[in-house]
């Protein structure tokens, strides 16, 4: 998981489209908690979306 500081703040890196956008909740799922520490969903929203929508 790769992280950078930006002018815009905390931002992640998307694997899936190797784009980064800020770590918060327009961009990333929230994952629950461990040991304390709010986790999030490796992939962007947009990504989630796509690969976990399923046609039905």
Do not use: S
């Not at 629950?32 to 947009?46: E, H, L, S, V």
């Amino acid at each position: 998981m790769i992280h950078i500081f930006t002018e815009l703040g905390h931002e992640k890196l998307c694997p899936m489209c190797g784009e980064y956008f800020p770590l918060d909740e327009d961009f990333f799922y929230k994952n629950g908690f461990k040991r304390g520490i709010q986790q999030w969903a490796g992939r962007c929203k947009a990504c989630y979306v796509e690969t976990y929508r399923g046609d039905r």
